[in-house]
C-alpha cells in the first residue's frame, strides 16, 4: 500500500513535547490572526486619541513574539532524525529501522492508536502542513511499539496520508484502529 518514514525524537517525553508543540503552534495562529487585525482598529483607536507610538510598540512586540514562536516550532520540527521506514501492506505491517527488519502480522495485532505529534510550519505554510504522528501498534501480548511517523508516503508522490492508509485498512481488515483528532 504505501511507505512512510520513522523519526527518532531526541526528547524524553515525546507526548510532552507533542502537547507543547499543539499549544506553541495555537499561539501563532492565534498571533497572526490578532496581526492581521490591529490594522482594522487604527481609525477606532484615532479617534481616541491613541498613541501610534503605543500602536507601533503593541505590533513590534505582537511581530517578535510570533518570530520566536515560529523558530522554536522549526527547532523542534528539526530536531527529528529519520531512522527507518514503516510500510503497511495488504497482509502485514513491515518496519526497518537500520538494519532491522521485523514484520508483523495484522493477526497478532490488537489495536492501532494514530496521534498528531509536531506540526511543521515552514515559510510556505498552507493549510496542509506537513504532520509527523505517534503511531502505537498493540500486540496481543499486550507488548506496544511506539513510532513517530511522517503523515505522508515516500512513495505515490506524498498524496496518500497515513491516516488515509489506516482507514483503509480498518475497512479492508476490520482492525481496531483509533486515530485521535486535535
Request: charged share 25%.
Amino acid at each position: 500500500m504505501s511507505k512512510y518514514r520513522i523519526y527518532r525524537a531526541n526528547v524524553s517525553d515525546p507526548k510532552q513535547t507533542g502537547k507543547k508543540n499543539k499549544w506553541l503552534f495555537s499561539a501563532y495562529i492565534v498571533l497572526i490572526f490578532l496581526l492581521f487585525q490591529i490594522p482594522n482598529y487604527t481609525q477606532l483607536l484615532n479617534h481616541k486619541k491613541f498613541s501610534w507610538v503605543g500602536y507601533i510598540l503593541f505590533y513590534g512586540i505582537i511581530i517578535i513574539i510570533i518570530v520566536l514562536i515560529f523558530r522554536k516550532l522549526r527547532h523542534m520540527s528539526n530536531s527529528l532524525e529519520k531512522i527507518g521506514i514503516i510500510e503497511l501492506t495488504r497482509n502485514n505491517i513491515k518496519k526497518e529501522i537500520g538494519d532491522l527488519k521485523t514484520i508483523y502480522k495484522y493477526d497478532e495485532i490488537l489495536k492501532i492508536e494514530l496521534e498528531v505529534y509536531i506540526r511543521d510550519v515552514t515559510i510556505s505554510w498552507n493549510k496542509t502542513s506537513t504532520l509527523t504522528h505517534l503511531l502505537k501498534i498493540t500486540h496481543m501480548d499486550f507488548t506496544a511499539d511506539n513510532l513517530i511517523v511522517s503523515d505522508k508516503s515516500i512513495d505515490f508522490k506524498q498524496k496518500i496520508s497515513i491516516g488515509d492508509s489506516l482507514k483503509t485498512l480498518k475497512a479492508i481488515k476490520g482492525l481496531n484502529i483509533l486515530i485521535k483528532k486535535d
